[in-house]
């Protein structure tokens, strides 16, 4: 192919699929002249071509071959159609190459692509690389071959007028002079000039076609693509291409120490430099001496690396034109203290500042290139260590690479540095990166649910979400725990979802490590930070999106306990004795007496106006003092409005009603009517009703979320699943013992019932330090004793039917064949086995028969005893299987369980403690059945007189004005203190220190 055409073709434009074009633009070259090679006798040409393979009419020019000393490719060859194209398959490897414009590389990696050198060696790494890569990552990196087309070995393999789809090339040992294609390449390009087994040729080509790449920018890229020249040893022969590539200003980097032509660049480039100039007169005179010093010097190295080289001059001028380029090349040595991709990253930056116009901050491209290649360390390192001042416009670009490409580290870099993130995301910009999000990505398709799900909320209201927010520190991360959680869950990829979990859990240590910090600095705004509703997040708050989040490590925090304890307690002092409150709950004069202590009137005031989870707070100034309330009602109100009085009051009388209950089944319960039910039973029923009425304002009532919002809410908590079940056997149970034909079948529930409310019981301990978290070990003990049982069922109904059918030829009973089948063997686990139906040795006193008239009436039948033997066999594995391994097995697993959940119980409790303590905050004052009073009460407050709930203020605080401005300004301060701390702590270990020695 000519190499002209072939640069022209690569950027033209034709049809896939015609390929009548290719032989058109694309040539070859064939030698029209033959000129004699003084060294073979004149059996050669100097092409390379032997004189019997050239064509008559360049033996038949005697006049031309007589005057001419020299080949020249574009004198001495003319252009012919291309016959050498299409797809290439190497015989063997079962590899086929070919290009598609669809295929989107990281990288091209381009050299002479023959199974020789560098080339060959080029070959074999990324024939490593793409095993060990994903397929995802398979063609990041694209080997391309450009190679002469009078160096290739069984060249004429690839010819055809009509193209080849594909070729088949058989790689052979080559003679002396060519060179077989390396199969591990996807792309060849082969310059023809003419020539046979001279290297060279292609030399021109390549110099251009890297200059055009170095000026294209695809698609949305930041950048023009950057192009690395490196020369590892290399022969004279590469002194041509060296020199080429300098003058379009392309990087080199030179690998010191390989040997041929890279010790000599690297040892002018190093110990070469010329002489300084004389400040006195003679200028001229001067500077032809330091030139003639300098050429000599060069001519000392040349001579020392290449003694035998023959046309000294041509070298040294050459060589002379690559010195006065030297500020484009890199020399690397294998010793040195950077890495070799940091010294690569580096030679590109070099070699775009030479590029850049003088208008343009120098360190723009540098910084583009370190975002490309995802280095932020040499960011850091090199561009933002305090030397240089940047804009705002020169940070917009990489910003909007890093967030569109998934580079965190560089936001956070960039907005440290001082990019303003609410400036920067503007509604357009915040459009384009939502757009650049592929549509069939999990994040994509959960932004659309989220759209959809606000749109079909509100369509007045708008929230806001911006995970680099700063504003908000503890929100957010939280917020972006919660995010990465659901995600989480919709990846299919165990890598992904394994990286999104972890990095989940790092936002959430970052949440708890910042709010610490607040706490540790001031504990009444830390107070005010969990509850304040926030405007970006659709008024959720802290412990919101943390319950909703299962952020257990953040509840964990002392400052969040605390919180909860303020609530828990009220205005009652933390710490009073249990039986002082259930005392004066039985005798409430006692709330007016010295019994119980509550908070001063100047401590409950400070108390309100730190943390102000009393009432809302507005953000403007008043100078109206609130109302003081009499000492009678102001007492009352403290004392049954807290969350721990109406937990106390819930534990007592639901302990009454599981008496009542009780007393109910066991001594009072009547026959139908019109002689039952009694007048305790009746009781019983309207207990359950205002049972029945709170669960009815739990779920529907409270909060402002949507009917179906709420109720899937509701069902989400196991122990409303309780609830429901208890009331709806005891509605069940009710209905059926007013029937005379259904009486016993409705005790029956009701006892079943009462079964389901006890063990509602155990939701109450939750409270308590020691056994909450034996709740939840419980819970998981139940969840691992499923799996036990479905491994037990397997083997008792395999036991179970081979012994039954081994011990009793016939028996048409269902009901004993269940019974010996499943009950039986399940009751050999506990040591009940029948030995006498077992061993024809003992007596077996059962009424049986053999008659089969009568075994189908319903007699039993007898036992066989021919296969005893095999039943003994099968129980023994029996037991040795379930009594020893799968019981064992079910110890092992439940000290697991024990063990996991015991070694993280305080975190498990301090969870779940929060629940408690939201459900009994919500609650009315009174508990059933006198909770039907607070029913009324709210009814009349809410829907007639319209007063608004004040105790949702403390779980929920509403900051407007100067008092958001001041909380959001103290919780970035602090932020920003526990990240300097982190930084000084990371740079004062071990590590930082040998990294910033080993710099310097």
């Keep these: ?20 074009w290719i032989p058109k633009l694309l040539k070859k070259r064939v030698c029209t002249t033959f000129v004699e090679d003084s060294f073979s006798n ?16 360049a033996l038949g020019d005697y006049f031309s071959t007589a005057i001419v000393s020299h080949w020249d490719s574009t004198q001495h060859s003319s252009e012919q159609p291309t016959d050498a194209y299409g797809e290439l398959e190497f015989a063997g490897a079962g590899k086929r190459h070919s290009y598609s414009e669809e295929e989107e590389p990281g990288a091209w990696i381009i050299t002479s692509g023959l199974r020789e050198g560098i080339g060959k060696c080029v070959g074999e790494a990324v024939r490593d690389h793409s095993t060990a890569v994903s397929s995802v990552n398979l063609n990041k990196v694209v080997p391309i071959g450009i190679a002469p087309w009078g160096m290739v070995h069984n060249r004429l393999q690839l010819v055809d007028p009509e193209g080849s789809f594909p070729a088949k090339y058989l790689v052979q040992n080559a003679p002396r002079g060519t060179c077989s294609l390396d199969n591990n390449y996807k792309a060849f390009l082969l310059v023809d000039d003419g020539t046979e087994g001279r290297k060279g040729g292609e030399v021109g080509f390549r110099g251009r076609l890297e200059d055009y790449i170095s000026r294209q920018r695809p698609g949305s890229a930041s950048i023009d693509i950057p192009v690395l020249n490196m020369l590892i040893s290399g022969q004279v022969s590469m002194v041509e291409a060296l020199e080429i590539s300098l003058k379009n200003s392309m990087p080199w980097l030179v690998l010191a120490g390989s040997g041929g032509l890279a010790n000599l660049v690297s040892d002018i480039v190093e110990n070469v430099q010329s002489a300084p100039m004389s400040a006195f007169g003679g200028a001229e005179e001067e500077e032809g001496s330091s030139n003639m010093e300098l050429r000599e010097r060069i001519t000392m190295k040349i001579k020392k690396h290449f003694p035998s080289e023959q046309d000294m001059d041509k070298l040294v001028d050459k060589v002379l034109s690559i010195y006065q380029n030297k500020d484009l090349i890199s020399i690397y040595h294998t010793e040195g203290v950077d890495d070799f991709d940091t010294v690569m990253l580096k030679v590109l930056v070099q070699a775009s500042k030479q590029r850049v116009s003088v208008s343009t901050n120098p360190y723009v491209d540098e910084l583009k290139l370190a975002v490309t290649w995802n280095r932020v360390d040499i960011a850091k390192s090199e561009l933002f260590s305090g030397n240089i001042d940047w804009k705002y416009e020169d940070l917009e670009v ?24 609410m400036n920067y995301l503007t509604y357009g910009r915040l459009e384009g990166l939502y757009n650049s999000i592929s549509k069939t990505s999990q994040a994509a398709m959960l932004l659309q649910h989220l759209l959809e799900e606000r749109i079909n909320e509100s369509n007045d209201q708008t929230c806001h979400v911006s995970l680099y927010e700063c504003g908000e520190a503890v929100l957010t991360a939280l917020g972006g725990c919660k995010i990465l959680r659901e995600l989480s869950k919709l990846e299919i990829e165990t890598a992904a979802k394994l990286s999104m979990k972890e990095l989940a859990t790092k936002f959430e240590c970052m949440a708890h490590d910042v709010f610490s910090t607040c706490y540790q600095t001031k504990a009444s705004y830390s107070d005010k930070l969990l509850i304040r509703k926030s405007n970006l997040w659709g008024d959720a708050t802290c412990l919101k999106m943390a319950m909703a989040t299962d952020a257990r490590y953040f509840f964990s925090n002392d400052g969040v306990q605390s919180l909860l304890s303020k609530i828990w307690w009220g205005d009652m002092e933390r710490g009073t004795e249990l039986w002082k409150l259930a005392l004066t709950m039985i005798i409430p004069p006692l709330v007016y007496t010295n019994l119980i202590d509550f908070k001063s009137e100047n401590s409950e005031g400070d108390h309100e106006d730190s943390n102000n989870i009393r009432r809302p707070t507005k953000g403007t100034a008043t100078n109206s003092q609130p109302k003081k309330r009499p000492f009678w009602l102001s007492r009352w109100t403290q004392f049954w409005y807290a969350p721990v009085t109406s937990f106390i009051g819930n534990v007592v009388t639901y302990f009454l009603f599981l008496f009542l209950y009780a007393y109910v089944l066991l001594v009072d319960f009547k026959p139908p009517p019109p002689e039952g039910p009694a007048v305790s039973e009746y009781l019983l029923y309207f207990w359950v009703f205002t049972i029945v009425c709170e669960e009815i304002r739990e779920t529907f009532i ?14 989400q908590d196991v122990w409303n699943k309780f609830d429901v079940l208890a009331i709806s056997l005891f509605i069940a149970g009710l209905c059926c013992r007013m029937f005379s034909w259904s009486y016993n079948t409705g005790r029956d529930i009701l006892c079943m019932d009462y079964m389901v409310f006890t063990l509602r019981l155990i939701h109450i301990f939750a409270i308590h330090r020691q056994l909450g978290p034996k709740i939840i070990i419980l819970g998981k003990m139940i969840k691992d004793a499923f799996f036990f049982l479905f491994f037990l069922g397997v083997w008792l109904s395999a036991y179970g039917v081979a012994n039954q059918a081994l011990l009793y030829q016939y028996d048409p009973s269902p009901e004993r064949a269940f019974r010996r089948v499943l009950y039986r063997p399940y009751l050999h686990i506990f040591g009940q086995i029948p030995v006498e139906e077992i061993d024809p040795g003992k007596y077996w006193d059962r009424d049986c028969t053999d008659n089969l008239t009568l075994i189908n009436e319903g007699k039993e039948p007898c036992r066989d005893t021919s296969h005893n033997w095999l039943v003994v066999i099968l129980l023994v594995i029996f037991l040795l299987v379930t009594n020893i391994l799968l019981v064992n097995l079910l110890i092992a697993t439940f000290s697991y369980t024990f063990s996991k959940v015991q070694e993280h119980s305080d975190t498990y409790w301090k969870f779940q403690r929060y629940n408690l303590i939201v459900e009994y905050h919500s609650r009315p004052t009174l508990a059933p059945p006198f909770i039907i009073l607070s029913h009324i009460n709210l ?7 319209k007063v608004p709930s004040t105790k949702i203020h403390r779980f929920a605080l509403q900051l407007k004005g100067r008092d ?12 920003e203190n526990f990240l300097a701390l982190e930084s000084k702590k990371r740079r004062g270990t071990d590590s930082e220190r040998l990294k910033r020695m080993t710099a310097k």
């Design 702 to 715: 409270v909060g402002s979320k949507t009917f179906c919002q709420r109720l899937m809410l509701y069902i």
């Design 1 to 20: 192919m000519n190499e002209n055409e072939v640069e022209e073709g690569a950027v033209a434009l034709m049809p896939k699929r015609d390929l009548s």
């Design 398 to 421: 990489s910003m909007t690479d890093a967030l569109e490409n998934d580079k965190p580290q560089f936001v956070r870099l960039f907005i440290v540095n001082g990019l303003n993130i």
């Design 964 to 975: 958001a401005n001041k909380l959001v300004k103290w919780e970035t301060f602090q932020k």
């Design 939 to 945: 009814l009349i407050k809410r829907n007639l007189r």
């Design 42 to 57: 004149g059996g050669r040409c100097q092409c390379g071509a032997t004189r019997d393979s050239h064509p008559s009419v």
